[in-house]
């Protein structure tokens, strides 16, 4: 059997996704800046995609710029709106997505910003206290904290933390890559002035994503070379994997209440499974499902032999997955969000993420396994 359950990192292409995309390849090849018919026809066609996205989101098609990824989305937010808005103050966690940390850590080291790092607690939960101490003590600072974090699944409060930003003049950026598609959001409501999409998260193309760019804040281009994006993203547009990207969000909110229960339900059956057949065994982040993204379960499994062999064993069994362990003492080698939580480097953590197209039989084949490993491994 062969088992998929790396779903945080990329998801399968859906069917519908295809479809729709090869439909453009095949009849839409023209050139959007082009004048004439068919970069024309092929202009309407981007234009269609960003209403499509921003309609979903409960925003402005102006607001909605198309990029290459998450990765882009958020250098972009964080360079742009620290550079162009003068700030020389962030906030963030150890926790974030290199795409945030390695950015701002990068500015703090070119002596652009001071960078301030909230607390968080074993479970990866914002200290909101800390937040609110950090933003009352620098003035009109610019504020970087995910959704949902991609390795624990712990889920922040974005409402909580545009509230105490608006409180203090910051600008917010979150990266939503991991919940968006699997979370609705409105952005008529959320005081967000960044947030982020990777298509490829959510059953669309890779290489595509786009960047919310709130109407109160203004930026100039990261990337100069044309007029696409309306002056703001310089180059030819990924025509194909727009397509796909609206195709798969539309997909995405269509079946959102359908998955999520689905999902839960064999995320719950999974840590059930777990506990039953594998003594010691413990689960990184929050569980809690109202707190928790329900694609994400990271695994903390008693001390043994060969630890770091035991995702190499998992896939030579056919089970594809991801994860490791907190960072040695005087190593930088290992997750530096399980070593942020306090988790023990001594345990082997494996994070398993799920989608759509996963099964229960699934589940039961990888605790089958996982009870094997560990056994032969005690």
Request: proline share 2%; charged share 20%.
């Amino acid at each position: 059997m062969r088992v998929y359950f790396d779903n945080a990192a990329t998801t399968a292409l859906d069917p519908e996704v295809l479809k729709e995309m090869y439909k453009v390849m095949e009849n839409q090849f023209g050139n959007p800046s082009s004048i004439h018919a068919h970069g024309r026809e092929v202009r309407t066609l981007i234009e269609r995609s960003r209403k499509t996205v921003a309609n979903l989101l409960h925003t402005s098609p102006a607001e909605i710029f198309f990029t290459s990824g998450g990765t882009e989305a958020d250098n972009t937010a964080i360079r742009c709106g620290i550079i162009d808005h003068k700030l020389t103050h962030a906030i963030t966690t150890k926790l974030e997505h290199h795409a945030v940390i390695h950015t701002l850590q990068s500015m703090e080291k070119s002596g652009i910003i001071k960078l301030s790092y909230v607390d968080v607690d074993c479970k990866g939960n914002v200290d909101y206290d800390h937040l609110e101490t950090l933003l009352k003590d620098n003035e009109r600072s610019f504020v970087s904290l995910m959704h949902a974090n991609n390795e624990l699944g712990t889920i922040t409060d974005i409402e909580r933390v545009g509230d105490l930003c608006e409180a203090y003049n910051a600008i917010y950026h979150s990266d939503t890559v991991q919940t968006m598609g699997h979370y609705k959001h409105d952005l008529s409501k959320l005081k967000l002035h960044f947030m982020v999409c990777a298509a490829h998260k959510l059953h669309g193309p890779k290489g595509v994503g786009f960047l919310h760019v709130n109407h109160k804040v203004k930026i100039n281009p990261m990337i100069y070379g044309g007029a696409q994006e309306r002056n703001m993203r310089g180059g030819t547009e990924n025509v194909y994997g727009i397509a796909g990207l609206a195709k798969a969000l539309e997909l995405a909110y269509s079946e959102m209440d359908a998955h999520q229960t689905y999902i839960q339900d064999m995320k719950s059956y999974m840590m059930a499974r777990l506990q039953q057949e594998i003594a010691g065994v413990a689960f990184n982040g929050e569980t809690d499902p109202s707190k928790s993204l329900y694609t994400v379960l990271n695994t903390s499994f008693p001390e043994m032999e060969m630890a770091d062999m035991l995702l190499f064993n998992l896939d030579i069994a056919g089970i594809s997955a991801s994860g490791g362990s907190a960072c040695s003492s005087g190593s930088d080698i290992g997750s530096h969000v399980l070593t942020a939580i306090g988790a023990s480097a001594d345990r082997p953590s494996v994070r398993f993420s799920f989608s759509k197209y996963n099964t229960k039989d699934e589940v039961d084949y990888t605790v089958a396994k996982l009870k094997e490993l560990c056994m032969v491994s005690a």
